[in-house]
Structures are given as structure tokens and as C-alpha cells.
């Protein structure tokens, strides 16, 4: 069995679906039996699903049109 | 805001707003800057939030949108079109938001390919199970504050390789690429930026946190 060191070096392969499968097996195993790193290992999924689902936020109009002069100056124009 | 020149094909043209990227990089170059308005118009929230990531400031951020919109748009010619666009929009980012980030910390040197410092063994600290819908104790506001500030407050060296990788979704060679590291020290920055926030973030999604308001129910 994987030691807990051994599990947290293997961690993002795992998250990341690269590990190979003799490598999954043995996490897989390390997490069902070892409650501290099955928290570790489900948190840290769950800290990048709330990462991947968040939305940017609006850019607000003022700035935009900030933007826009500054291409246009940019461009030889002044709007 | 008519530009000098027609650029080729304008009048049977789709609109702006429905051409891809490529397409509206082609416009750009053949001298429409409406197009290139519309690639900003597209890409602007998330280039925002990346230079708020890195720079770790909202007024630095803005200026790093600005100068890499300007960059790109003055470069442009140089877009060969072999990678995408946003990607490459992205890199010029990076660039521009890590060099504001060097001029704000002249005194403390940002260094992104200093060495990883200590073992695994200090990374893990906090081991509570987390809420089942964090969402439903926080507004979509609070989230967003709470993510950013948790990235925000990490060192340099991990929130813009976390960034790049999971809020971009950047491959690992493309982070390697972009911030000109090694391959094995974007591994091992990743794995560090992960658990750093996840043990940040353990304070807010922990479960229970949110059961007092419903605690006499
Ligand atoms: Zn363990």
C-alpha cells in the first residue's frame, strides 16, 4: 500500500486522470482505506470544480469604453 | 468609426459578432479595427480576471488589460494563426501582468523560477470534509470574493501556475511554455497552489459552517 507521502505525490496525476492504471489502483486503494487522505483528495477535487465554475465577472461599461478610446488613439484616431 | 481602406470582402461578411476568432483576426489585419473591437468585446472578463489573478490588484489589472489589448492589437501582423488567438492573447497577458507585478515589488524580487522550498509534509493541515453545495451558503458575490482572495494570497510563483492550469485550463507544456519553466516545476508549483488553497478554502466550505442559520429549524 501507498504511504500517505506517496499519496499526495501522486495526487494531481490523479486529479488530472494521467496517472497510469497500476498507479490509479494503488491511490484508489490508499483513499478508500485512509479516511485523512480520502478528505484531502476530495477537497482538493471539489477546490477545482468551485475554480472551473466560476464565471469572470462583467467588465464594467466605463472601462470598456476606456478600452475603445485607446484603440482608436491607438489607431491614428480620436473617436 | 470607419477604418481607411475597405478591408477585403466586408460587404458579404457576416456580421462581427457571429465570425470566429480567425475570422475576426483576418479583418483586424486587413486594417478593421471593429473587428479587433470585437475580440476585445469577447475576451475582455477573462483577461481581466487573469491580470487580477496575477497582479493581485484591481487598478494594475485594468492597465495590464489595456496594454496587452494594445500589444495584441500592434502585433498582430505577427499572428501567424498557428495557435489560437486567445491563446495567444493569454501569453501577452502573462507578460504584461507579471512585469506590473515586478515594478509594484522592486524591492521584493518576484522570481518565478526560484526553487520549490521544503518537503509535501507542511502542505496538509487541515483535514475536515467539506459541504455538499457551498453554493447554497454563500452568494455567487461571496463565492467569487472568497476564490479570489484565496488565490490572491498565495505567493506569485503558484497563483499564476494554478491560474494558468486550472482557471485556464492551459496544458501543463503550455504553462511550462508561457511562464518559461520546466515542466517538472510547473508539477510541483501545481501541486503546492492546490493544497494551499484548498486548505484556505476548507475555512468557508467546511461542513457545518453553514448549518448555524438553519439551526433551530
Ligand atoms: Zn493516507
Known sequence: MLSCKDFLGWLNDYLDETADDQVKAQVKEHITNCPNCWVVYDTTKKTLQVYKGMEPREVPETLRNRLMEALLKKCGKTG | ?217
Open chain 2, 1 to 217: 468609426m470607419a477604418t481607411s481602406g475597405t478591408p477585403p470582402s466586408a460587404e458579404s461578411a457576416l456580421p462581427l459578432a457571429e465570425m470566429d476568432d480567425a475570422a475576426l483576426v483576418a479583418q483586424t489585419q486587413a486594417g478593421n479595427v471593429d473587428a479587433f473591437a470585437e475580440l476585445m468585446r469577447r475576451h475582455d472578463r477573462k483577461i481581466l480576471r487573469l491580470a487580477r489573478h496575477i497582479t493581485g490588484n484591481q487598478e494594475d489589472a485594468e492597465d495590464v488589460l489595456q496594454e496587452s489589448f494594445l500589444n495584441a492589437f500592434s502585433h498582430i501582423g505577427n499572428f501567424a494563426g498557428n495557435s489560437k488567438f486567445y491563446t495567444w492573447l493569454v501569453r501577452i497577458t502573462v507578460n504584461q501582468a507579471l512585469m506590473k507585478l515586478r515594478k509594484r515589488k522592486s524591492d521584493k524580487q518576484v522570481s518565478l523560477d526560484e526553487p520549490v522550498q521544503g518537503d509535501t509534509d507542511d502542505l496538509v493541515r487541515e483535514i475536515a470534509v467539506w459541504d455538499e453545495t457551498p453554493e447554497r451558503t454563500y452568494s455567487q458575490e461571496e463565492m467569487r470574493r472568497i476564490l479570489d482572495d484565496a488565490i490572491e494570497s498565495l505567493e506569485p510563483i503558484y497563483r499564476t501556475v494554478f491560474v494558468l492550469r486550472d482557471v485556464e485550463e492551459l496544458s501543463t507544456e503550455e504553462t511550462a511554455q508561457t511562464l518559461d519553466i520546466s515542466v517538472p516545476a510547473v508539477k510541483s508549483r501545481l501541486l503546492r497552489a492546490r493544497l494551499q488553497l484548498r486548505e484556505k478554502l476548507t475555512k468557508f466550505f467546511r461542513r457545518g459552517k453553514g448549518d448555524d442559520a438553519f439551526a433551530f429549524l
